[in-house]
């Protein structure tokens, strides 16, 4: 829920304790601790064009997707900048067997939000992407989140294919 919110942001919950529910505030903060990369910075390799992206999208999820139109990013709410909204799914592939659905709307990939193509190819082109594949994925479907797991092909596996 708190997938795309800013740092310093306050969030209200509510935390049930068997009869018992508290409410309380929350701060976001930057993700801080033993998670910081202290390795030097390496490049991202980005698709060229929008083609590039559902292809490569296509060949390691299965699925083609396009950003959400401005028109309708009212329909994510404030929970969400945005979304890729899914347009193929491959019959075949781990996306299909997860349950993702042409209309939905794909608002993250692990960590990361994907309001757009650089978002995609970033976690697409990570470095680390084996170390956490599969991916965890965030759908929007009507009015509720679902989340999944999601196996992705390497970029030099589904080369080969």
Known sequence: ACLGRPAGEKVEISIRR??????ATLTLATLAGGRRNTEPAQPVVRA???EATHDKA???MGIRMVPIPEAERKILGDKYRGGMKILEVNSKSTAAQNGIRVGDVLVGLHVWETVNYDNINYVLDHQQLSTFNPLKF???????????????????ASKMR
């Open 18 to 23: 068997g009869e018992k529910t508290e409410s």
């Open 138 to 156: 965030y759908i929007l479907r009507g009015n509720e989140t679902l989340y999944g797991h999601l196996q992705v092909i390497p970029q030099t």
């Open 58 to 60: 296509f060949r390691m």
């Open 48 to 50: 060229q064009n929008e």
